[in-house]
């Protein structure tokens, strides 16, 4: 008789109690199955579907000019992949700012046709009226505070954030209010290291790290950046544990090369 091995999901339920426990989150951007299923079998616990493909993917100059029906598209395919990981679909600039009911509407999308097990999106206090409802509506929310990278023409540039006093205590009041409105999470970016060790000890919600220091509950990276596949530019925060770009340039190469001398195929690839 066989046996069947079952597959626990990460849940929100799961992220709290690794917050209790002192386990640390791991987190990844992916937006194609066959990455998203790489990721699930090593062992990650959380997918985030980014606005970050408009740039990775599709080769825009910032997040903005990503739409609801890129995300949908992206996010349907990680979903297919992820038998653990828990899916978190970006909403895109524009999805949630206009009202509250677009922004459900959009939020409810992700989990409906896209089959994602939350959402993010940024904003500290500006949204905590969007993510109550949101909650309301049983989605899960990850909040988004510190860089902003919809917010970046307002904020002028990519900085980091809360290196003044008064900018700090907003982010920290900023990290309250959306725990108070319902996110069981919450992303920091690019914030100096001792405030968002004081943002993570003031929550009961998971922080995760980008650029935010070893002290968040939990971290998360672009994937093109860790594997070394996006060369326009590095962050700082980014650790790059591959080079795949080189890799890539260097089998085409080979393969152009076998190609033009008639190498490839050989009698082995032939029927």
């Given at each position: 008789?066989?046996?069947?091995?079952?597959?626990?999901?990460?849940?929100?339920?799961?992220?709290?109690?690794?917050?209790?426990?002192?386990?640390?989150?791991?987190?990844?951007?992916?937006?194609?199955?066959?990455?998203?299923?790489?990721?699930?079998?090593?062992?990650?616990?959380?997918?985030?579907?980014?606005?970050?493909?408009?740039?990775?993917?599709?080769?825009?100059?910032?997040?903005?000019?990503?739409?609801?029906?890129?995300?949908?598209?992206?996010?349907?395919?990680?979903?297919?992949a992820?038998?653990?990981?828990?899916?978190?679909?970006?909403?895109?600039?524009?999805?949630?700012?206009?009202?509250?009911?677009?922004?459900?509407?959009?939020?409810?999308?992700?989990?409906?046709?896209?089959?994602a097990?939350?959402?993010?999106?940024?904003?500290?206090?500006?949204?905590?009226?969007?993510?109550?409802?949101?909650v309301?509506?049983?989605?899960?929310?990850?909040?988004?505070i510190?860089?902003?990278?919809?917010?970046?023409?307002?904020?002028?540039?990519?900085?980091?954030?809360?290196?003044?006093?008064?900018?700090?205590?907003?982010?920290?009041?900023?990290?309250?209010?959306?725990?108070?409105?319902?996110?069981?999470?919450?992303?920091?970016?690019?914030?100096?290291?001792?405030?968002?060790?004081?943002?993570?000890?003031?929550?009961?919600?998971?922080?995760?790290?980008?650029?935010?220091?070893?002290?968040?509950?939990?971290?998360?990276l672009?994937?093109?950046?860790?594997?070394?596949?996006?060369?326009?530019?590095?962050?700082?925060?980014?650790?790059?544990?591959?080079?795949?770009?080189?890799?890539?340039?260097?089998?085409?190469?080979?393969?152009?090369?076998?190609?033009?001398?008639?190498?490839?195929?050989?009698?082995?690839?032939?029927?």
């Amino acid at each position: 008789m066989s046996t069947q091995i079952r597959i626990t999901r990460v849940t929100t339920a799961t992220v709290r109690e690794m917050k209790r426990k002192g386990e640390r989150v791991s987190m990844l951007t992916a937006y194609d199955y066959p990455t998203a299923a790489a990721m699930d079998e090593a062992g990650i616990d959380i997918i985030l579907v980014g606005d970050s493909l408009g740039m990775v993917v599709l080769g825009y100059d910032s997040t903005l000019p990503v739409t609801m029906e890129d995300m949908i598209h992206h996010t349907k395919a990680v979903s297919r992949a992820a038998k653990r990981a828990m899916v978190i679909g970006d909403m895109p600039f524009m999805s949630y700012q206009a009202s509250v009911e677009e922004a459900v509407r959009n939020a409810g999308r992700f989990m409906q046709e896209a089959g994602a097990h939350g959402v993010k999106l940024e904003g500290g206090r500006e949204v905590a009226d969007v993510t109550r409802r949101i909650v309301q509506a049983g989605i899960p929310v990850m909040a988004h505070i510190g860089l902003t990278p919809q917010s970046v023409h307002q904020l002028g540039g990519y900085r980091v954030q809360g290196k003044d006093h008064p900018s700090a205590t907003r982010l920290l009041d900023d990290a309250k209010i959306l725990e108070e409105a319902g996110a069981f999470s919450v992303v920091l970016e690019c914030v100096p290291a001792a405030l968002a060790e004081k943002i993570t000890a003031s929550l009961s919600i998971s922080t995760i790290g980008i650029g935010g220091g070893i002290h968040c509950d939990g971290q998360v990276l672009v994937v093109h950046d860790m594997l070394g596949l996006f060369e326009r530019f590095t962050p700082k925060f980014v650790k790059k544990y591959a080079s795949l770009n080189v890799q890539i340039k260097e089998a085409v190469a080979q393969y152009v090369d076998e190609v033009k001398k008639g190498a490839f195929p050989g009698p082995e690839h032939s029927f």
